[in-house]
């Protein structure tokens, strides 16, 4: 089986979630509002799992370990990308 690329998958995700950009107008952006839930949803989702994978950072087996290592080195950059985006929109 073909690994997908991450804009393969990004895109499958966008076209499966829809619209999440407001249009100014009502009737639209009901529709965008649920697709932003759902994306809110999926994303809750994924968090979960790279925390599960974090946890292995300090297993004893190498593998388990730099599996852990990277999440939760991925988690910190998120925080951090978080944190200047909210000054930002402040």
Same mark, same amino acid.
């Given at each position: 089986?073909? +690994? !997908?690329? $991450? /804009?393969?998958? #990004?895109?499958?995700?966008?076209?499966? #979630?829809?619209r $999440?950009?407001?249009?100014? /107008?009502?009737? #639209? =952006?009901?529709?965008?509002? /649920?697709?932003? %839930? *759902?994306?809110?949803?999926?994303?809750?989702?994924?968090l =979960? %799992?790279?925390?599960?994978?974090? *946890?292995? %950072? +300090?297993?004893?087996?190498?593998?388990?370990? =730099?599996v852990?290592?990277r &999440?939760?080195? &991925?988690?910190?950059? !998120?925080? /951090? !990308?978080?944190? =200047?985006k909210?000054?930002?929109?402040?």
């Open positions: 089986m073909r +690994k !997908w690329s $991450t /804009d393969e998958i #990004i895109k499958v995700v966008d076209a499966m #979630i829809g $999440t950009e407001p249009a100014g /107008d009502c009737a #639209i =952006d009901h529709v965008v509002e /649920d697709n932003v %839930r *759902t994306l809110i949803d999926v994303m809750d989702g994924c =979960d %799992r790279m925390y599960e994978a974090a *946890t292995y %950072r +300090k297993s004893e087996y190498g593998s388990q370990r =730099d852990g290592e &999440a939760y080195a &991925a988690m910190l950059e !998120w925080r /951090d !990308w978080l944190n =200047d909210e000054e930002e929109l402040a």
